[in-house]
């Protein structure tokens, strides 16, 4: 916890094989707190389409709090960035300004 932000650490890949449990541990964590969940993916070693499709739905899904995304490696940020800029995700190259963000909207 950071404050009202409760951070979740990911690492290793995500594929299609680690979706389910990607998606779960998002949902926990969206679901243990009321301000703002930062997920850190900067131990990510791949992150495939599976995994992206878990972080649009929490954030599309969840309205109740704020979430930040911190990608700083190539791995985790090139799909991100593939994608577009996706208006809903937040995503930043550092924990520090994740969690301004969501102090400031949250």
């Not at 499709?53 to 190539?74: K, M, W």
Request: proline share 2%; aromatic share 4%; hydrophobic share 50%.
């Amino acid at each position: 916890m950071h404050g009202n932000a409760l951070r979740l650490i990911v690492s290793g890949e995500i594929d299609l094989a680690s979706a389910a449990e990607f998606h779960s541990a998002l949902s926990n964590a969206s679901s243990r707190t009321l301000g703002a969940l930062v997920i850190d993916l900067r131990g990510v070693t791949f992150f495939g389409v599976a995994g992206l499709s878990c972080l649009v739905e929490l954030v599309r899904s969840n309205t109740l709090i704020t979430v930040a995304i911190v990608a700083n490696t190539h791995a985790a940020r090139r799909p991100i960035e593939l994608i577009g800029t996706d208006p809903d995700l937040a995503v930043f190259g550092r924990v520090d300004d994740a969690l301004r963000f969501v102090g400031a909207h949250g």
